[in-house]
């Protein structure tokens, strides 16, 4: 590589790390964020409403509420608490 192809080269990964810079300080924290075409917002992500269940041995299990009505379904539920897929059954 001679001198002018270092200098174009130079010249070509200063404006690519100028123009990284501009669109990160434009767009970061603004909460207009989009990943796969769906927008996230700050909201998104904070809050999760859980059903907490206590078993027969006094255990507490978290579900993430799964129905219509805010319940969870039979059969197998992630517990957010043991980090494991457990079944869950009506009796």
């Known amino acids: 590589m001679n001198k002018n192809e270092k200098t174009v080269f130079a010249g ?18 603004s909460g207009n964020w989009i990943i796969a075409g769906v927008d996230i917002a700050p909201t998104d992500s904070i809050t999760t409403d859980f059903m907490i269940i ?8 978290w579900y993430v509420r799964t129905t219509a009505q805010g319940g969870i379904l039979v059969g197998d539920n992630w517990c957010h608490r043991h980090e494991k897929w457990e079944t869950v059954e009506k009796k």
Not at 54 to 61: A, Y
């Open 12 to 29: 070509w990964i200063s404006f690519l790390v100028l123009l990284l810079v501009i669109i990160t300080t434009c767009s970061g924290c």
């Open 54 to 61: 206590t078993d027969q041995d006094s255990v507490n299990h």
